[in-house]
């Protein structure tokens, strides 16, 4: 079976990624005809702003699928924007997707309403700053030509600073919660291409007629529109595309450091680039069970982040003693922490000298994702003529 899947060029990779994907991936090249696809024109969709860090996200992220066991030798790894054929299937696809069908889409439909909460959020930063900055405008030592346009540039640049400041962590993060924002919202989604997103998703897997596309949950209603529109091109002009299934990943999703999912956006992850000084301070930071306040005091094992790290990285009649001497309170949770670093350090510590390995060898890296593009061109090319044929155009 012919199996795709891609990830946007966000950069280094952490734990959550290997569980969560990258693992699956991993055993997927071992019975399939496997297609792993940097997705650096989605990576456009929310990031148009922010391009300059693309090539290195690129490389970082490639370095780390390489290091987790993705191997270009069982694996067509490529990158999208290489293979232009996915443009004017884009195009094309554009042409006969309902928007209602687009604007329905869940995604779509939180973004937008994110949105409408970040503009609530620059207001309010603005309306607390406007006095400071007329404050300090007037009181400036210089000469100063143009008092509101001055003004309005520091009130702009401030409250952008602000809500950066908010996204990236420097600020209250309970704020997070209260106002339901991420990161990703901050970039500015109200775009036709942020619209469209999930028809370029379609393009990627049925150019290359997949059969399945191993995803998270929440890319679900991106597969089913992939089917939808697999079936109405076939409708319109014939039969071309395989309608694709979604693969599931079972896995449970890996808390992160403040125990919320593991996310680079909520500053909580730890990363196979982390030397053994950062994971060990992320691990002695990690958040317990609040009502454990001291050793002595029982905890609650099935509530704390740290023992869901023992369960997958500490040998099982460890994590089943330090069950009991938790909830006992015999255990505090400073040594817990410490003895399930051995854990995680025993997994990461050979990653981590791999990461080096490979990260050393750039022009390999490059050639890898030349040749597997060049791969993937191939069959997009063959398709693309047929849909040329079928559609009358080009
Ligand atoms: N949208 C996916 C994500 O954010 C990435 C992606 C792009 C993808 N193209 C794909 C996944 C094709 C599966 C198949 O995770």
């Not at 696809?37 to 780390?64: C, F, R, S």
């Not at 299937?89 to 869940?106: A, G, Q, V, Y």
Request: aromatic share 10%; with cysteine; glycine share 6%.
């Amino acid at each position: 079976m012919r199996v795709l899947s891609g990830m946007r060029p966000t950069g280094k990779l952490h734990l959550g990624h290997y569980f969560g994907v990258i693992k699956n991936w991993v055993k997927l090249q071992e019975e399939h005809e496997t297609f792993y696809m940097v997705a650096d024109w989605h990576a456009l969709t929310t990031g148009y702003k922010k391009v300059d860090e693309i090539p290195q996200n690129i490389e970082d992220m490639l370095i780390d699928w390489l290091t987790l066991g993705i191997d270009p030798k069982k694996s067509v790894v490529f990158q999208q924007s290489k293979v232009k054929e996915h443009a004017e299937l884009f195009l094309i696809f554009s042409m006969i997707t309902p928007k209602s069908w687009l604007e329905w889409n869940p995604t779509y439909k939180d973004t937008k309403y994110n949105l409408l909460r970040i503009a609530d959020l620059s207001l309010m930063f603005k309306g607390g700053l406007r006095d400071h900055i007329k404050t300090f405008v007037a009181k400036l030592p210089y000469k100063v030509e143009d008092f509101d346009a001055l003004e309005e540039l520091l009130l702009d640049t401030i409250s952008d600073a602000l809500i950066t400041a908010l996204f990236e962590g420097y600020l209250d993060k309970e704020m997070f919660k209260e106002l339901n924002v991420s990161k990703r919202d901050f970039y500015d989604t109200d775009t036709y291409g942020f619209l469209g997103y999930p028809v370029l998703q379609a393009v990627d897997i049925l150019i290359y007629k997949a059969q399945a596309a191993p995803v998270g949950e929440d890319q679900l209603p991106h597969i089913e529109l992939s089917r939808e529109i697999a079936r109405r091109f076939n409708h319109l002009y014939g039969e071309i595309f395989p309608e694709p299934q979604a693969m599931l990943t079972e896995t449970p999703r890996l808390p992160g450091t403040d125990g919320r999912k593991m996310s680079k956006s909520y500053n909580n992850a730890i990363y196979f680039a982390d030397s053994e000084e950062e994971v060990k301070k992320k691990v002695m930071s990690f958040y317990t069970d609040p009502q454990k306040l001291r050793k002595g005091d029982p905890g609650r094992p099935e509530i704390c982040p740290v023992f869901f790290y023992h369960k997958v990285f500490s040998p099982s009649e460890r994590t089943q003693e330090i069950e009991r001497e938790c909830k006992s309170g015999r255990l505090g949770c400073v040594d817990c922490k410490k003895i399930m670093l051995e854990g995680l350090e025993a997994f990461l510590k050979p990653i981590r000298e791999k990461r080096e390995q490979v990260a050393k060898d750039r022009e390999l890296l490059i050639h890898i994702l030349e040749e597997g593009s060049e791969k993937a061109r191939q069959i997009a090319k063959e398709t693309m003529e047929e849909v040329r044929l079928k559609t009358r155009v080009g």
